[in-house]
């Protein structure tokens, strides 16, 4: 840890350095576009940045790392967040790359320190500066990051017993970015949830508490080609969801094709499963316009269960910004295979639709518009007993509308509206709110934020209020909320009504940078029955 931390001082230090000579190894990218995976940066140029450089983010003054570089294209970069926070669209971040030097009669050291001194105001000899490139190229490789955490949850109530439980969650996340400097490269993330009253049932197969999401490794032999092997998500094919197996990626321009095979995780305690086998293939292309970028991705896939097949599918993925402050994701999956009374059929058949809008005019203004049509989905092998029985495989549609507005400073309104049906409905299932609020309340320096939601379906009919001041703590490192919800149901079928008062509380302590420590409660109350809920837990980086 304290070797990070070394690097990372020293790091930041040379960063300051080159920031402010005219040497041209700053390059600033502006986020262009937000995905659940990947953050998109637009540059003018990426030449000299390479695949799992750091970018970073000026706050108050100094650069901080804050992205990690996945895929790059000739004016664009697709990145990961190294730490947990909440970039938009229209940030600036940076890159360092080195300036090339030319070892021939031409180059004059003298004359080029003093171009360099002129520029920062800082005096470096010719050695120190070999020295920071050297510091410079040793961060681009060899990264080691990981987080633990460990949480108990505890439901305390006094009307039934039964309703009583203990509960512990750990979690683990490790990364090793070209392990040894080399194209290698480890990660992992995993969970251990579960009572404590069903530990014996637990015991007995770990994996209903155990949940791997990801455990692979990565070889990249160069910048066009790589292979995975283990359990992994590809961003490029994500609804495709966890595979166990083997993947290749070559690229070519602006060109990707992928290839892999193995199964899928057992659908009930998500543990390895040979039996579940699938392949598949997917292409992919990304575009560069001026500031603007496109990318389309077209996969197929065969999923078997005890070598029969379960499901043929297609699935397609978009992604532009070529309207300025407007980003669009669209994606679709289309079946291929249909069997009816032990018939087999090749038939295509629209399975979902999902698209969604972003629209950012200007930083203080936010539109966001989504919609998502899906059937069930008919796995043939797996589910047989259910799908015998479908007669009408119904669509559910629906879509959410919010938008943003920061009219001045410290104050902001937001509200939102929700829809969705099937034909079996009787009615629309409709939610719809908005919240208010403001972040620096005279004399106590706190937050304040006022919301509501409505919510029409179906069962039920209600309304939820709720108010939360929050507070930082800056001499304690630390976060402090105390919040009060009002929720109001009816239901029609059955006549009965719900209403309950609940008093919420949040504290998060940062200890020592690498340490930090949460607490939360949940009290609910209603005219007979009270329910104590608590959350203490704490998570480590290294």
């Given at each position: 840890m304290i070797s990070t931390i070394r690097f990372i001082f020293l790091f930041t230090l040379l960063l300051n350095f080159f920031a402010e000579a005219?040497?041209?190894?700053?390059?600033?990218?502006?986020?262009?576009?937000?995905?659940?995976?990947?953050?998109?940066?637009?540059?003018?140029?990426?030449?000299?940045?390479?695949?799992?450089?750091?970018?970073?983010?000026?706050?108050?003054?100094?650069?901080?790392?804050?992205?990690?570089?996945k895929f790059i294209s000739s004016i664009?970069?697709?990145?990961?967040?190294?730490?947990?926070?909440?970039?938009?669209?229209?940030?600036?971040?940076?890159?360092?790359?080195?300036?090339?030097?030319?070892?021939?009669?031409?180059?004059?050291?003298?004359?080029?320190?003093?171009?360099?001194?002129?520029?920062?105001?800082?005096?470096?000899?010719?050695?120190?500066?070999?020295?920071?490139?050297?510091?410079?190229?040793?961060?681009?490789?060899?990264?080691?990051?990981?987080?633990?955490?460990?949480?108990?949850?505890?439901?305390?109530?006094?009307?039934?017993?039964?309703?009583?439980?203990?509960?512990?969650?750990?979690?683990?996340?490790?990364?090793?970015?070209?392990?040894?400097?080399?194209?290698?490269?480890?990660?992992?993330?995993?969970?251990f949830s579960y009572?404590?009253?069903?530990?014996?049932?637990?015991?007995?197969?770990?994996?209903?508490?155990?949940?791997?999401?990801?455990?692979?490794?990565?070889?990249?032999?160069?910048?066009?080609y790589q292979i995975w092997l283990g359990r992994f998500l590809n961003p490029k094919i994500s609804n495709i969801s966890t595979v166990d197996g083997l993947m290749f990626e070559a690229k070519f321009n602006s060109f990707s094709v992928g290839i892999l095979g193995g199964s899928r995780p057992d659908w009930k305690d998500f543990s390895f499963n040979p039996k579940l086998l699938e392949y598949g293939i997917y292409l992919s292309r990304e575009d560069s316009f001026s500031s603007s970028f496109m990318e389309n991705t077209l996969s197929f896939f065969q999923q078997t269960n005890n070598s029969k097949t379960d499901r043929r599918y297609l699935y397609l993925q978009h992604s532009n910004n070529l309207i300025k402050n407007l980003n669009l994701f669209a994606s679709s999956e289309i079946d291929l295979y249909e069997r009816e009374q032990e018939v087999e059929k090749n038939q295509l058949s629209f399975t979902s639709v999902f698209a969604s809008a972003g629209y950012y005019p200007i930083r203080e203004l936010s539109f966001n518009l989504s919609y998502d049509a899906r059937k069930n989905v008919i796995y043939y092998e797996t589910f047989k007993s259910l799908t015998d029985s479908i007669i009408e495989n119904e669509m559910r549609q629906g879509f959410h509308f919010r938008t943003s507005v920061k009219p001045f400073k410290y104050f902001s309104t937001s509200v939102f509206f929700g829809y969705r049906y099937k034909k079996s409905d009787v009615k629309p299932s409709r939610n719809f709110g908005?919240?208010?609020?403001?972040?620096?309340?005279?004399?106590?320096?706190?937050?304040?934020?006022?919301?509501?939601?409505?919510?029409?379906?179906?069962?039920?009919?209600?309304?939820?209020?709720?108010?939360?001041?929050?507070?930082?703590?800056?001499?304690?490192?630390?976060?402090?909320?105390?919040?009060?919800?009002?929720?109001?149901?009816?239901?029609?079928?059955?006549?009965?009504?719900?209403?309950?008062?609940?008093?919420?509380?949040?504290?998060?302590?940062?200890?020592?940078?690498?340490?930090?420590?949460?607490?939360?409660?949940?009290?609910?109350?209603?005219?007979?029955?009270?329910?104590?809920?608590?959350?203490?837990?704490?998570?480590?980086?290294?």
């Amino acid at each position: 840890m304290i070797s990070t931390i070394r690097f990372i001082f020293l790091f930041t230090l040379l960063l300051n350095f080159f920031a402010e000579a005219q040497s041209g190894k700053m390059l600033e990218g502006k986020v262009s576009y937000l995905s659940p995976q990947l953050i998109y940066l637009k540059f003018e140029s990426t030449d000299g940045i390479a695949i799992n450089d750091t970018l970073f983010q000026k706050i108050n003054g100094k650069f901080q790392p804050r992205l990690i570089v996945k895929f790059i294209s000739s004016i664009s970069l697709s990145c990961e967040k190294l730490l947990d926070f909440n970039p938009k669209v229209g940030d600036s971040f940076y890159a360092f790359v080195q300036s090339e030097v030319k070892n021939d009669i031409n180059f004059d050291p003298i004359t080029t320190e003093n171009q360099i001194q002129s520029g920062s105001d800082l005096k470096k000899t010719n050695d120190e500066i070999k020295i920071a490139s050297t510091e410079i190229k040793s961060l681009k490789g060899n990264r080691f990051s990981g987080r633990y955490s460990l949480q108990s949850y505890s439901n305390i109530s006094n009307f039934s017993g039964i309703n009583d439980y203990q509960s512990w969650r750990h979690s683990l996340r490790v990364d090793y970015e070209q392990i040894g400097y080399s194209g290698l490269s480890f990660s992992t993330y995993s969970l251990f949830s579960y009572r404590t009253s069903e530990w014996n049932e637990i015991r007995s197969n770990y994996f209903n508490a155990l949940k791997v999401y990801d455990l692979h490794l990565k070889y990249e032999f160069n910048h066009n080609y790589q292979i995975w092997l283990g359990r992994f998500l590809n961003p490029k094919i994500s609804n495709i969801s966890t595979v166990d197996g083997l993947m290749f990626e070559a690229k070519f321009n602006s060109f990707s094709v992928g290839i892999l095979g193995g199964s899928r995780p057992d659908w009930k305690d998500f543990s390895f499963n040979p039996k579940l086998l699938e392949y598949g293939i997917y292409l992919s292309r990304e575009d560069s316009f001026s500031s603007s970028f496109m990318e389309n991705t077209l996969s197929f896939f065969q999923q078997t269960n005890n070598s029969k097949t379960d499901r043929r599918y297609l699935y397609l993925q978009h992604s532009n910004n070529l309207i300025k402050n407007l980003n669009l994701f669209a994606s679709s999956e289309i079946d291929l295979y249909e069997r009816e009374q032990e018939v087999e059929k090749n038939q295509l058949s629209f399975t979902s639709v999902f698209a969604s809008a972003g629209y950012y005019p200007i930083r203080e203004l936010s539109f966001n518009l989504s919609y998502d049509a899906r059937k069930n989905v008919i796995y043939y092998e797996t589910f047989k007993s259910l799908t015998d029985s479908i007669i009408e495989n119904e669509m559910r549609q629906g879509f959410h509308f919010r938008t943003s507005v920061k009219p001045f400073k410290y104050f902001s309104t937001s509200v939102f509206f929700g829809y969705r049906y099937k034909k079996s409905d009787v009615k629309p299932s409709r939610n719809f709110g908005g919240t208010i609020a403001y972040s620096s309340l005279p004399l106590i320096e706190s937050s304040i934020s006022l919301s509501y939601n409505k919510l029409i379906s179906n069962y039920v009919n209600g309304d939820v209020y709720a108010a939360y001041l929050s507070k930082t703590i800056y001499n304690l490192n630390s976060d402090f909320s105390v919040g009060y919800r009002i929720t109001k149901y009816k239901f029609p079928v059955s006549l009965n009504s719900f209403n309950e008062n609940a008093v919420l509380v949040d504290y998060n302590l940062n200890l020592f940078r690498m340490l930090s420590f949460n607490f939360s409660y949940e009290g609910s109350f209603d005219s007979q029955r009270t329910t104590n809920r608590f959350l203490l837990g704490i998570s480590s980086r290294f």
